[in-house]
């Protein structure tokens, strides 16, 4: 793929809120305009390169233009994060003997519940206290009416194990889990800490990297 091609492909994923913040936010028919023109395009990347995204947006020589955004589009992206989520809250769900919330986890999650089972990617042994705080924070999304603060909750997860392990491993793909999602949701999280480890954090990524998106 062309720099010019890769350079509109990322463009139109990126959320709106990364160009610009406050009242330098561009305005949405601005926007769009900027991403329909060579120079609009060039301006916008520019920007991007300049604040938010320094890594994915920098010159890769043997990697190609965007090689993190390119590889990792956002339905793969959200499957990775979401298995990352799950196996990060594997101690509370092995440990969830009830059973319908069992049965809520199983139907939600389907195959990442399996992974969150499978003690041979981790052995989710945690400190007690991390142990408990997952397992009260399971317990709260279960009691909701639907499904989707639980979804919040592993994603919430998965994108800060993904984007600490990525800030080491391949500073481009934590500049591109950002890009994905609103502004606000990360100025607004708290303090990112991971606890997978980074070996298993690796396991998915190569996993998930060679699926097909269509599998």
Same mark, same amino acid.
Do not use: C
């Given at each position: =793929? &062309?720099?010019?091609?890769?350079?509109?492909?990322?463009?139109?994923?990126?959320?709106?809120?990364?160009?610009?913040?406050?009242?330098?936010?561009?305005?949405?028919?601005?926007?769009? %305009?900027?991403?329909? &023109?060579?120079?609009?395009?060039? =301006?916008?990347?520019?920007?991007?390169? /300049?604040?938010?995204?320094?890594?994915?947006?920098?010159?890769?020589?043997?990697?190609?233009?965007?090689?993190?955004?390119?590889?990792?589009?956002?339905? $793969? =992206?959200?499957?990775?994060?979401?298995? +990352?989520?799950?196996? %990060?809250?594997?101690?509370?769900? $092995?440990?969830?003997?009830?059973?319908?919330?069992?049965? $809520?986890?199983?139907?939600?999650?389907?195959? &990442?519940?399996?992974?969150?089972?499978?003690?041979?990617?981790?052995?989710?042994?945690?400190?007690?206290?991390?142990? /408990?705080?997952?397992?009260?924070?399971?317990?709260?999304?279960?009691?909701?009416?639907?499904?989707?603060?639980?979804?919040?909750?592993?994603?919430?997860?998965?994108?800060?194990?993904?984007?600490?392990?990525?800030?080491?491993?391949?500073?481009?793909? %934590?500049?591109? &889990?950002?890009?994905?999602?609103?502004?606000? +949701?990360?100025?607004?999280?708290?303090?990112?800490? /991971?606890?997978?480890?980074?070996?298993?954090?690796? $396991?998915?990524?190569?996993?998930?990297?060679?699926?097909?998106?269509?599998?």
């Amino acid at each position: =793929m &062309s720099t010019a091609a890769a350079l509109r492909t990322i463009l139109t994923e990126v959320d709106p809120s990364w160009h610009g913040t406050g009242n330098d936010r561009i305005a949405p028919e601005l926007l769009a %305009a900027a991403r329909d &023109s060579a120079i609009g395009r060039r =301006m916008l990347a520019r920007w991007l390169a /300049a604040n938010d995204a320094p890594a994915l947006l920098a010159p890769q020589p043997g990697a190609g233009f965007g090689a993190a955004a390119l590889r990792w589009p956002r339905a $793969r =992206m959200a499957r990775l994060v979401r298995d +990352l989520g799950a196996l %990060a809250y594997a101690p509370a769900i $092995r440990a969830e003997v009830r059973r319908e919330p069992v049965r $809520r986890l199983k139907v939600a999650l389907d195959n &990442s519940y399996l992974l969150a089972l499978d003690s041979l990617v981790w052995d989710g042994k945690v400190q007690a206290n991390l142990g /408990a705080q997952l397992a009260a924070e399971i317990d709260q999304a279960l009691r909701a009416g639907d499904d989707q603060p639980l979804f919040d909750l592993l994603d919430r997860r998965g994108r800060a194990e993904l984007r600490l392990w990525a800030e080491r491993r391949d500073p481009g793909l %934590a500049d591109w &889990s950002r890009l994905l999602l609103p502004r606000e +949701l990360h100025d607004n999280a708290p303090a990112l800490f /991971a606890h997978l480890p980074p070996d298993v954090v690796e $396991r998915l990524h190569i996993h998930h990297g060679a699926r097909p998106l269509t599998a």
